[in-house]
Structures are given as structure tokens and as C-alpha cells.
């Protein structure tokens, strides 16, 4: 019989990817974000076979996988290629991403590098949420621009009061702000599907854990 709660992705263990593949990834390692705290990226991802599939396969009733992966030169040339993988965290971010789009009432748009990152893309430098599949670069809501101070405080406003505990980066310019789209996080959460293999040897670290594996 069929299970009626199957994801219709298989779910990968990275330990288990090819040498290309973890060494681009790094499944499990840790790494430091921009305050200097232990990050340890994601295990389990979800093997996408093909842009046809990505593209066909909802996330939520408003939201498609493809949005999430739409990426440029500047990812790793491996990872513009098919099979591509993705953290399972990935249906997190769309769920949260579903309750803004229900309150704006129209489109949604993600920018391009805007969703997941691999930790070899060009814009990852340290630790991000882009890289656990739970962050969100948002360029434009219905035919609003988000490029501007208001628009960007505007929609804070509204995403906060829908979404306790996440992260948004204020309006700004240079490290740490935004001043052409909203960042939406929800921090370094994982998600390990009922499908995945044994987690033995991925418990959660700390700084002293790095300078273990430095040793």
C-alpha cells in the first residue's frame, strides 16, 4: 500500500554523495557564521532529478520547488547540473513562505540566488541560512519593488506579525543589511524526514567541537 505521507523526493544521506558532490556540500561539517559560532550544515537532502521535476513539483499550494533553486554562475557549475540536491529544510522555508503570500494576497517573487545556496556558491562566505535551505531573498511582492526604505520596513511589519522568530535583515546598506529585497530566515534549523538514515555522529556542536576538529 502506498504511503499517503511519502514526499515524492528520495531522501540522501550525504555522507553517501559522491567525492565532488560532499566536498562541495560538506554534509555534517561545521562552520563558522559571521560572529564566529559553530554551524553545523546539513546531513539529509533531497535528490531533485531534473528541472522538469523541480519545476512540476509543489511546495505549497502557492509555491513550487524550482523558486527555491533558481540560481546563476555563480553556484558551483556541479550544482547547475542535474541530479541536484537540496536540504530537506527547504519545505520549512516554503511553509513559512506560503503564510506571507496568503496575507499579501498575489505574487510572491524570489530572486534569483535568493533561496538555497551551497556552501561553494560565490556569495557564501561563512555560515548562512541560504545554506541550510531557510533563508529567503524576496525582490518583489505583486507590483511592489522591494528596493526601497519603505518598502522593506512595510513588509517587515507584515511578515513579523505573521511569523514569530524569524529573522530579518533591517534596511540598510553593506554588511548585515538590505537595501534591494527582504531577507527572510528562519536561523540554522534542520529537518531530518522519517525517511532518512541513522543520525549517529551529527549531534549538535559548539566552538569546542572545531577546535577538536582542528587538532
Do not use: K
Not at 29 to 54: H, I, K, T
Not at 107 to 117: D, K, M, P, T, W
Not at 146 to 159: G, K, P, V
Amino acid at each position: 500500500m502506498s504511503d499517503p505521507n511519502a514526499f515524492p523526493l528520495p531522501v540522501v544521506d550525504g555522507f553517501e554523495l559522491d567525492d565532488e558532490l560532499r566536498e562541495i556540500l560538506r554534509p555534517g561539517e561545521l562552520m563558522e557564521d559571521e560572529d564566529g559560532r559553530a554551524r553545523r550544515l546539513p546531513r539529509f537532502f533531497y535528490e531533485v532529478e531534473s528541472w522538469d521535476q523541480a519545476r512540476g513539483l509543489p511546495l505549497t499550494h502557492n509555491f513550487a520547488l524550482w523558486e527555491f533553486l533558481d540560481t546563476d554562475v555563480r553556484e558551483v557549475e556541479r550544482l547547475r547540473r542535474y541530479p541536484r540536491y537540496v536540504p530537506c529544510a527547504i519545505t520549512l522555508l516554503a511553509a513559512h513562505l506560503e503564510v506571507v503570500r496568503q496575507e499579501v494576497g498575489t505574487l510572491v517573487h524570489i530572486a534569483a540566488n535568493g533561496g538555497y545556496r551551497s556552501p561553494g556558491h560565490e556569495l557564501s562566505r561563512g555560515a548562512s541560512p541560504h545554506m541550510w535551505g531557510t533563508a529567503v531573498n524576496i525582490y518583489r511582492i505583486g507590483s511592489d519593488y522591494i528596493d526601497s526604505q519603505d518598502s522593506i520596513e512595510r513588509y517587515t511589519r507584515i511578515t513579523r506579525e505573521l511569523l514569530s522568530g524569524v529573522w530579518i535583515r533591517p534596511y540598510g546598506h553593506g554588511a548585515g543589511y538590505a537595501d534591494d529585497h527582504l531577507h527572510i530566515d528562519l536561523g540554522y534549523a534542520g529537518l531530518v524526514p522519517r525517511a532518512a538514515a541513522s543520525q549517529e555522529g551529527t549531534a549538535f556542536a559548539g566552538v569546542g567541537d572545531i577546535e577538536e576538529e582542528a587538532q
